[in-house]
Nanobody, 122 residues
Framework: QVQLVESGGGLVQAGGSLRLSCVVS????????MGWFRQAPGKEGECFAITWSGGHTHYAESVKSQFTISRDNAKNTLYLQMSSPNPEDTAVYYC????????????????WGQGTQVIVSS
């Protein structure tokens, strides 16, 4: 059974920092492309950060230079470092694992976490 469990969400002030973690069990993430998604109230879901198994990363323009995705394959854990978030970053954040090549579409992801809420106060 594959499980992805996010943690680290909560309330943060604008300009602060927050680190999200996603612990994976049942699969070795070293073989997967891993992504962070978010869903804000009234908005479409957004795939905003991806890390391939080889270490290459991609960010949406909305978070570039603010957020950093990383992975620790030895700990089977995916991370998201959020620096200087703003209220527009308030959303439920999800991690997901992808064994294929369709990485910018939610339909390409095989496994999902349950999400962790992030609220950024002004």
């Amino acid at each position: 059974q594959v499980q992805l469990v996010e943690s680290g969400g909560g309330l943060v002030q604008a300009g602060g920092s927050l680190r999200l973690s996603c612990v994976v069990s049942g699969r070795t993430i070293s073989r997967y492309t891993m992504g962070w998604f978010r869903q804000a109230p009234g908005k479409e879901g957004e795939c905003f950060a991806i890390t391939w198994s080889g270490g290459h990363t991609h960010y949406a323009e909305s978070v570039k230079s603010q957020f950093t995705i990383s992975r620790d394959n030895a700990k089977n854990t995916l991370y998201l470092q959020m620096s200087s978030p703003n209220p527009e970053d308030t959303a439920v954040y999800y991690c997901a694992a992808n064994s294929g090549t369709v990485v910018f579409d939610t339909r390409g992801y095989d496994y999902w976490g349950q999400g962790t809420q992030v609220i950024v106060s002004s």
